[in-house]
């Protein structure tokens, strides 16, 4: 297992924008959003929670596609599945392998990119605490997608169509997080909320996940 | 007696469904028309909403069947997972595209609804906001469905997509009303003293009678509606297994 | 360990292709399928990889022992041969690779990125990964591909010695490995029989 997650992520950092890519998009689309919305700082700082979330989500669905297909392409995945690795484990790798490339640096930039926002001085906390208890979940219903999807010709579109209903619970709690962060309201429950729903996500999905893997590589 | 499966068998489905169309077909016909009739010209006119009200009789129905439809779905899906039935995961199928289309219905009325009485097309209510993730939890899966060639890998995918989407669409639907206390009035029909009180939220017994009619009427057109589409997937799958037969030579 | 099948069918997209697939091997011996293209080998060899399941039949041997090689090698173009080789040993738990290396003469090619290797080297190196798993039964699709005569020579090096140590293979090829004492199955003979089609009598299989 160690030795997989330690292969991804050397493969993700040799083939040139595994951490990059993401996090490039994450900055072009705060600023596109910038620009659409005006230069206002008022206005921006109000929405900034709410655009990080979103920003972060559409960073993250744009790699989930390599999670599986490259693997699938050079015969690697059918050689997993036959190698003394629970599918289960195979998957749950995976995600952490994505999370680790594409959410954590996410994360890491989140506090930044609300800072040209303007984000109130109080949300930064709530918006990185979010973020990070968050973007694991996405990781995870990412990879499920990704699995579902591993072998069809053009599965991208498709993927983004199933994975993004999935992430509106996780969006909900987590902007809702944020922005009472940023208010200085009490986050508590939304806090408790997202907790769940990445916890369970992440204690279940697999399960799924390598179901539909199976499935797939027959 | 005969067990319950034996009606998985393709041919049987047929042959039995067959002979229920007509039936189901005609009272369909009979429930709708009586109820959307009456409804629509026989009641009075709400004192409060005026003549409005009366979308009523196709709103809630379509909106019945758009949640029924997906919770038979996930059934049928359970059913092929667990008993592997190919006319179960055809009957998902088929009944996909019927329950997008209830929702569609079901938005659409309420948008007509809720413009002379919320002055909006569209309110970012949580009930209109989950009708509206549900019916993206029909596309994607319509889509898979559509994606992927093999019949019983495209089952097998969708069966487990349908049983994560009942999952998180529940959960969208609790995080929504999380989200956004909304405008729409509470679930009016089904609720205690209904029929009895007359009480403005409330659907008054006037117009109860027409609207238990219509929506049987909505779900006789549902079943017929998906034994009638059952068919016709059981006789597509039926050709692409004789066309691969065929190539296979 | 013995490898016992009984009366295995199966079927690639709902159509059967084989049936009847019955064979038994003891260790130290090897098995070369042979058939027409499209006659169901690959498809024989998935089902006994335990990657799809088959239509009926049995299969007793230990799933855990089984090193699958398929058509593609499960390479990763932007790691060198050594790290290609450990990855995999790692993953079976081991982490030997020289023997690998030298059966199938690739030292020279130790630091070589794979992707810049050719067909033929690539093809040595997805073999040499068998190697590595530590597993006793070889599946092997098609393993000479692109393979010249010298390799094909060290290929059946390999497979003798991974006999000789008491393991198995089933191969399926179309060219002569140079294994006179494998045993040989020809599953086109076994092409799965469809009942006559009729147009209105079919059952849950649809044909």
Not at chain 1, 137 to 158: E, I, M, W
């Amino acid at each position: 297992m160690i030795a997989l997650l330690t292969r991804d992520l050397k493969l993700a950092v040799r083939a040139g924008g595994g951490f990059g890519l993401g996090l490039a998009f994450f900055l072009i689309l705060v600023a596109l959003v910038a620009f659409g919305v005006g230069p206002e700082s008022a206005l921006l700082a109000r929405i900034a929670p709410g655009i990080l979330w979103v920003g972060a989500l559409l960073a993250c669905l744009l790699s989930l596609d390599r999670i599986f297909a490259l693997d699938r392409e050079d015969g690697s995945l059918d050689l997993l599945a036959t190698a003394p690795l629970p599918m289960e484990g195979i998957v749950t790798v995976k995600a952490l392998a994505h999370w680790i490339t594409t959410g954590l640096p996410l994360v890491v930039a989140a506090p930044l990119l609300a800072l040209m926002l303007s984000l109130p001085g109080e949300g930064y906390l709530w918006l990185f605490l979010s973020l990070l208890l968050g973007t694991p979940a996405l990781s995870v219903l990412g990879t499920f997608g990704a699995a579902l999807t591993v072998g069809l010709k053009r599965g991208g579109l498709l993927m983004s169509l199933i994975v993004l209903p999935l992430y509106v619970p996780t969006l909900i709690f987590g902007a809702e997080v944020a922005r009472r962060g940023a208010g200085g309201l009490s986050v508590e429950v939304p806090l408790l909320l997202l907790a769940g729903i990445t916890c369970a996500t992440l204690a279940l999905l697999p399960f799924a996940s390598a179901a539909v893997l199976r499935v797939n590589l027959r | 007696m005969k067990s319950i499966w034996e009606y998985a068998n393709p041919k049987k489905f047929i042959e039995t469904s067959q002979a229920l169309l007509p039936w189901v077909t005609g009272l369909t016909v009979v429930c709708m028309v009586v109820g959307l009739v009456w409804g629509f010209f026989f009641t009075p006119d709400d004192y409060r909403q005026g003549s409005t009200v009366k979308i009523i009789y196709l709103h809630v129905p379509a909106a019945l069947m758009a949640i029924n439809g997906w919770f038979m779905m996930l059934l049928a899906s359970l059913i092929w997972l667990i008993r592997r039935h190919h006319v179960s995961a055809l009957a998902a199928r088929a009944a996909a595209p019927i329950g997008a289309v209830m929702t569609i219905i079901a938005l659409a009325t309420g948008a007509i609804w809720g413009q002379p009485m919320w002055g909006t097309w569209w309110v970012w209510d949580p009930r209109l906001t989950s009708f509206l993730i549900l019916f993206l939890f029909y596309l994607g899966y319509i889509a898979l469905w559509a994606a992927v060639e093999d019949d019983d890998t495209a089952a097998d995918l969708t069966s487990i997509l349908c049983i994560v989407g009942s999952v998180f669409a529940v959960l969208s639907r609790y995080a929504v009303h999380f989200w956004n206390q909304g405008l729409h009035q509470g679930a009016s029909v089904m609720r205690a003293g209904a029929l009895a009180g007359d009480t403005e939220e409330r659907v008054s017994n006037v117009f109860a009678a027409p609207l238990f009619l219509s929506m049987a009427g909505f779900v006789l057109f549902f079943v017929a509606l998906v034994l009638l589409r059952t068919q016709t997937e059981i006789r597509a799958r039926r050709m692409r297994a004789l066309m691969a037969r065929e190539r296979r030579g | 360990m013995e490898m016992k099948v009984t009366d295995l069918a199966v079927a690639r997209g709902g159509v059967p292709l084989l049936a009847g697939v019955s064979f038994t091997l003891a260790p130290g011996r090897a098995l070369i399928l042979r058939g027409p293209n499209g006659s169901g080998k690959t498809t024989l060899l998935r089902a006994l990889a335990g990657l799809q399941p088959p239509l009926a039949g049995e299969m007793s041997f230990d799933r855990e022992a089984v090193a699958y090689g398929g058509h593609a090698d499960g390479l990763k173009a932007q790691m060198t041969v050594t790290e290609n080789l450990t990855f995999w040993a790692a993953v079976h738990g081991l982490r030997e690779i020289d023997p690998a290396l030298t059966a199938f003469d690739l030292e020279g090619l130790r630091d070589r990125l794979a992707g810049t290797l050719s067909a033929g080297q690539k093809r040595r190196l997805g073999l040499a990964r068998l190697m590595v798993t530590g597993r006793p039964l070889w599946l092997l699709d098609e393993p000479t591909v692109s393979l010249d005569t010298a390799s094909v020579g060290l290929f059946a090096e390999a497979v003798r010695g991974h006999l000789a140590r008491g393991g198995m293979a089933v191969i399926a090829t179309h060219i002569e490995l140079g294994l006179p004492e494998a045993e040989v199955l020809d599953v086109g003979p076994l092409k799965a029989v469809l009942p006559a089609a009729q147009l209105d009598d079919f059952d849950e299989a649809f044909l």
